[in-house]
Nanobody, 117 residues
Framework: QVQLVESGGGLVQPGGSLNLSCAAS????????MGWYRQAPGKERELVAN???????NYADFVKGRFTASRDNAKNTVYLQMNSLKPEDTAVYYC???????????WGQGTQVTISS
């Protein structure tokens, strides 16, 4: 089964940028639909971006125009470029992989993103 490790989180000021990475091991992400989720304190985990094996990447309305997700199958890594960050973007960001064969879901441990002046 695939293991996922997120990195790139941190503390930035409003209007700043961060680039998150999710490195996969134990399997190729070619057979997985990938995604980024986030969970703020006291809130449900929510989808940020869905990165299918092929086709259009779908974004939550609250990040459209600010965040860009991508995948590099050769590096077995997915990315989330976050620009124009707002305090309400503060959350733990998680990487997700869903097998197109078994439909099993796998999660990383998350990376904290804090937007504050």
């Amino acid at each position: 089964q695939v293991q996922l490790v997120e990195s790139g989180g941190g503390l930035v000021q409003p209007g700043g940028s961060l680039n998150l990475s999710c490195a996969a091991s134990g399997g190729s992400i070619i057979i997985y639909s990938m995604g980024w989720y986030r969970q703020a304190p006291g809130k449900e985990r929510e989808l940020v971006a869905n990165i299918p094996r092929a086709g259009v990447i779908n974004y939550a309305d609250f990040v459209k125009g600010r965040f860009t997700a991508s995948r590099d199958n050769a590096k077995n890594t997915v990315y989330l470029q976050m620009n124009s960050l707002k305090p309400e973007d503060t959350a733990v960001y998680y990487c997700n992989a869903e097998s197109i064969i078994t439909r099993n879901n796998y999660w990383g441990q998350g990376t904290q993103v804090t937007i504050s002046s």
